[in-house]
Nanobody, 115 residues
Framework: QVQVVESGGGLVQAGGSLRLSCAASGRISQINVMGWYRQAPGKQRELVATITSGGTVNYAASVKGRFTISRDNAKKTVYLQMTGLQVEDTAVYYC?????????WGQGTQVTVSS
């Protein structure tokens, strides 16, 4: 049993910032990759950013230069610092945690950017 819990979503003005957090707990083995995905209304879920246990990061082109992913391995927590938010960033943001055997997902946190 693995629990993945996101927090930090909310309503923000365009150009503003938000910081999302995601903590994993429960029966999970060594975590390899942690990441953030998002799904906007009427759109397919897409990768936002990932980070490996060694700190290698990967970003979607649409967020590169604006978002920063980081993690605290001891806390089994991943963060997404979002700056320069745009209306197009509005979506439900999901946290993904992957160990050797499976991927676990959080319930998502809503991010709404107003113009």
């Amino acid at each position: 049993q693995v629990q993945v819990v996101e927090s930090g979503g909310g309503l923000v003005q365009a150009g503003g910032s938000l910081r999302l957090s995601c903590a994993a707990s429960g029966r999970i083995s060594q975590i390899n990759v942690m990441g953030w995905y998002r799904q906007a209304p009427g759109k397919q879920r897409e990768l936002v950013a990932t980070i490996t246990s060694g700190g290698t990061v990967n970003y979607a082109a649409s967020v590169k230069g604006r978002f920063t992913i980081s993690r605290d391995n001891a806390k089994k927590t991943v963060y997404l610092q979002m700056t320069g938010l745009q209306v197009e960033d509005t979506a439900v943001y999901y946290c993904n945690v992957a160990d050797r055997f499976l991927n676990s997902w959080g319930q998502g946190t809503q991010v709404t950017v107003s113009s």
